[in-house]
C-alpha cells in the first residue's frame, strides 16, 4: 500500500516564475492539505481539498493556488515566486473526519 | 494572536525518560497533536488526545490539561533512533491545525 507522494522531490525556480507541486494521497484517503515548511520552523497550514473543493485556507496570498482531481490527487501552484517562498512543501493526507494525518516526504523548492 | 511554544533543543541519555512540553494560546481547541519527524524526512503521527489526561502508547505517552493549555509528550526507555524533531499541533476552532516550531532532541550513548 503506497503511502503519500509527492513530486518532484528536489525544485529550483528562479523569482518571478511558477512552480506546480504534485501529490498521491495514501489509498482510501480523500482529503488533501498542503503545508510550507521553512527550516527549523513547524508546518505551516496552506488549504485543504475535499471533493474536488478548496474547503479550508490558511494565512496565505493568492499567488498559491490549488487543485484535487477525481482521483483525489492534487496539486499546488506558486506564482510570481519570492526568495521567501523557499521552504519544504509537504502534503498530507487522510480521510475525512478522520484526525490522523499522513504526510509525504516532501518538495524541497529553492527559489533563486 | 495563536501561540505554540516547545523548547527549541533537547539532549537526554539513550535508556533514560524524557518530558516534552508543549503550552498553546489558540482560538478553540479540537485536540492537540504530537508529530515525530526525522531529518529530512515527513512528519509522523505520535498521538492524539481530545480530552484531559495520559495517553499511553508504548514507550510513548502524552499527556493533556485544556485548562491550563499544556501538553506533554514522554519518552521512555530512549533508544537512538529517537533523535528527531518532535512537534506538537492543536486544532483550533476552525479546524485548522496550528503547530509549534518543533523540539529537536538529541540523544546521547
Known amino acids: 500500500d503506497a503511502g503519500v507522494t509527492q513530486s518532484p522531490t528536489h525544485l529550483i525556480k528562479t523569482r518571478g516564475q511558477q512552480v506546480t507541486l504534485r501529490c498521491s494521497p495514501k489509498?482510501?484517503?480523500?482529503?488533501v492539505s498542503w503545508y510550507q515548511q521553512a527550516l527549523g520552523q513547524g508546518p505551516q497550514f496552506i488549504f485543504q481539498?475535499?471533493?474536488?473543493?478548496?474547503?479550508q485556507r490558511g494565512n496565505f496570498p493568492d499567488r498559491f493556488s490549488g487543485h484535487q482531481f477525481p482521483n483525489y490527487s492534487s496539486e499546488l501552484n506558486v506564482n510570481a515566486l519570492l526568495l521567501g517562498d523557499s521552504a519544504l512543501y509537504l502534503c498530507?493526507?487522510?480521510?475525512?473526519?478522520?484526525?490522523?494525518?499522513?504526510f509525504g516526504s516532501g518538495t524541497q523548492l529553492s527559489v533563486l | 494572536g495563536q501561540n505554540i511554544d516547545q523548547p527549541t533543543e533537547m539532549t537526554a541519555t539513550e535508556g533514560a525518560i524524557v518530558q516534552i512540553n508543549c503550552t498553546y494560546q489558540?482560538?478553540?481547541?479540537?485536540?492537540l497533536f504530537w508529530y515525530q519527524q526525522h531529518a529530512g524526512e515527513a512528519p509522523t503521527f505520535l498521538s492524539y488526545?481530545?480530552l484531559d489526561g495520559l495517553e499511553e502508547k508504548g514507550r510513548f505517552s502524552s499527556f493533556l490539561s485544556r485548562s491550563k493549555g499544556y501538553s506533554y509528550l514522554l519518552l521512555k526507555e530512549l533508544q537512538m533512533k529517537d533523535s528527531a524533531s518532535y512537534l506538537c499541533?492543536?486544532?483550533?476552532?476552525?479546524?485548522?491545525?496550528?503547530w509549534g516550531a518543533g523540539t529537536k532532541l538529541i540523544i546521547k550513548p
Open positions: 498530507a493526507s487522510s480521510f475525512v473526519g478522520e484526525e490522523k494525518l499522513f
Open positions: 489509498s482510501g484517503h480523500d482529503t
Open positions: 481539498y475535499y471533493e474536488e473543493e478548496e474547503r
Open positions: 489558540t482560538s478553540g481547541f479540537n485536540g
Open positions: 488526545n481530545v
Open positions: 499541533a492543536v486544532k483550533d476552532s476552525n479546524y485548522q491545525l496550528i
